[in-house]
């Protein structure tokens, strides 16, 4: 079976530029996550989408940061304008119903 | 609040001894609970979970996990640790209700003396 898969896996950007963070969940996975990891720090829920639907998306800066999710299976994640603090690894999450969550390996920003 | 508490941010132990990371939680109800562990450039992945049932889990790579109610506990433990279990190790806690977030704890940094 194949994992949750991200891409790019690195990027370094300038403060005020744009970024895109692609990904694709395990197949039959209806709840598909985007989690803002800060380097020493435990994960941080940014959004979470059930299908095309979000549940959650209390943390995502919204004056910044944009996703979405078509057709229920892949999502975006796009950054614009960066800045310094952005700078973290965005991990895409994927689950069944199980409430079990399946990571990818991540997606590294650095914001210069 | 809900939260997860991981009150030990870097152990050190050496190749062989025994090992217990701690995770405390604070939960209106008792909740789903997981282990992940990370290594370095990687992406997360699940160690064990508990959801009912007998409270002593067992996980992947000779992991096991005790969920203790009366003191809201999940502690992680391995018999013998090995070179390769150098990683950071997460503690998370889930609802029992459908479409709650899931929320981790801040981590434990484990390195492995040879």
């Known amino acids: ?112 | 609040a809900q939260s997860v508490t991981q009150p030990d941010i870097h152990i050190t132990v050496s190749e062989g001894a025994s090992l217990e990371l701690r995770c405390n939680y604070s939960y209106g109800a008792t909740p789903y609970l997981f282990w992940y562990v990370q290594s370095p450039g990687q992406g997360l992945q699940l160690l064990l979970k508990y959801f009912s049932g007998d409270t002593l889990v067992q996980g992947i790579k000779g992991f096991e996990a005790e969920f203790k109610r009366s003191q809201s506990s999940f502690n992680l433990r391995k018999p013998s640790v090995h070179w390769s279990d150098a990683a950071e190790y997460f503690c998370a806690v889930g609802p029992k209700t459908s479409y709650d977030k899931v929320i981790f704890g801040p981590g434990t940094s484990l390195s492995v003396i040879p």
């Open chain 1, 1 to 112: 079976e194949a994992g949750v898969a991200q891409s790019p896996r690195y990027k370094i950007i300038e403060k005020r530029q744009s970024v895109a963070f692609w990904c694709n969940p395990i197949s039959g996975h209806a709840t598909l996550y985007w989690y803002q990891q800060i380097l020493g720090q435990g994960p941080k829920l940014l959004i979470q989408f059930q299908n095309n639907g979000v549940v959650d998306d209390s943390q995502l800066p919204k004056d910044r940061f944009s996703a979405e999710r078509l057709k229920g299976v892949d999502s975006t994640l796009k950054i614009q304008p960066a800045k310094l603090e952005d700078s973290a690894v965005y991990l895409c999450a994927s689950s069944p119903a199980t409430h079990t969550i399946y990571f990818g390996e991540g997606s590294w920003l650095t914001v210069v």
